[in-house]
């Protein structure tokens, strides 16, 4: 089955700076690749996704990319703000399957 | 997107009890799906809920633990039986979006104690 795996586990920065976080997937089949973004205490909730027919999509301050070659994409966020701080999961699916999640990557930008 | 609500949104739960979670949706949905968030860990599926037949649970979790219901395209339960501490968890339960059904949005979860 699916395996991903993602990077850093933690990440600080900075108000302002870029962050970046970093997935890897096993199934070449995979298709699918959403991002969510989960506040303490709260739901995790779609931020973005990437099908494999694109290799980039952004929506405002945030963006991914993906290399299909690779196996592996990515979640960009610039400008963060204190808002960002949340847990951010990645996960991969191929079409009839379900989503396999990534480990989870906690943010934390301090003013 | 469609709105999604749990009950409860908390309990807390003797040992050796059971305890059943609902869910229910605005809208007819095909596909839900339930999944475990066990502290400071990550989403694991524990199964998909189908309407009108069993649910197909993931490996690691079995009907006899977990059951599910779909009685309809609007509402499912999921049942944690015989609890023990370590079944203390965040249950949530997903839809997937209609003709996009890898497209999953979240309920707001159960956060469960077994005391």
Not at chain 2, 85 to 100: A, F, K
């Amino acid at each position: 089955g699916e395996n991903v795996e993602q990077h850093p586990s933690t990440l600080s920065v900075q108000e302002g700076d870029s962050a970046v976080i970093k997935c890897t997937y096993s199934d070449s089949a995979s298709n699918y690749f959403p991002w969510y973004k989960q506040e303490l205490g709260k739901r995790p909730q779609l931020i973005i996704d990437i099908r494999s027919n694109v290799g980039e999509k952004k929506d405002q301050r945030i963006a991914v990319t993906l290399n299909k070659t690779a196996k592996h994409f990515s979640l960009h966020i610039t400008e963060t703000q204190p808002e960002d701080s949340a847990v951010y999961f990645c996960a991969a699916s191929n079409w009839g399957s379900t989503l396999t999640f990534g480990k989870g990557t906690m943010l934390l930008v301090s003013p | 997107s469609a709105v999604i609500s749990q009950k409860p949104s908390r309990d807390i739960c003797q040992r050796g009890t059971s305890l059943t979670i609902q869910c229910q949706v605005d809208s007819q949905v095909t596909m839900m799906f339930w999944y475990r968030q066990q502290p400071g860990q990550s989403l694991t599926l524990i199964a998909t809920a189908n309407q009108g037949s069993e649910a197909t649970y993931e490996s690691g979790f079995v009907i006899d633990k977990f059951p599910i219901s779909r009685p309809n395209l609007t509402f499912s339960t999921l049942t944690v039986s015989n609890m023990s501490p370590e079944d203390s968890s965040i249950y949530l339960c997903s839809v997937g979006r209609e003709n996009r059904g890898d497209e999953q949005f979240f309920g707001p979860g159960t956060r469960l104690t077994v005391l």
